[in-house]
């Protein structure tokens, strides 16, 4: 049983940085695999990226390659995106999920907690 939380979302001008933060309560994340998808209205939930519990291993969709870094604090049980270099595309509410897996996904439906997302706006 884990819950989740994801906070940090807002307006944000073309350009630049927000830093989400998904925290995790009722279970740690030890032993699980956590990602971020995003969906934007109209649009399917879209893969952001993921890493494993030991935080050893990283993974990102191709449109926020080189923008965008998954990480975690273990101790906090937090896992966080930080998004930079922000485009008008990158609007979307922002999902955290998790699994125990010692393996990351990049469908949603390998995910089985989720929470309840956070609202991203990029605009002049």
């Known amino acids: 049983q884990v819950q989740l939380v994801e906070s940090g979302g807002g307006l944000v001008q073309p350009g630049g940085s927000l830093r989400l933060s998904c925290a995790a309560s009722g279970r740690t994340f030890s032993s699980y695999a956590v990602a971020w998808f995003r969906q934007a209205p109209g649009k399917e939930r879209e893969f952001v990226a993921a890493?494993?519990?030991?935080?050893?291993?990283?993974y990102y969709g191709d449109p926020v390659k080189g923008r965008f870094t998954i990480s975690r604090h273990n101790a906090k049980n937090t896992v966080y995106l930080q998004m930079n270099s922000l485009k008008p595309e990158d609007t979307a509410v922002y999902y955290c999920g998790a699994v125990k897996s010692d393996y990351v996904f990049s469908t949603a439906n390998e995910y089985d907690y989720w929470g309840q997302g956070t609202q991203v706006t990029v605009s002049s």
């Open positions: 890493n494993r519990w030991s935080g050893d291993s990283t």
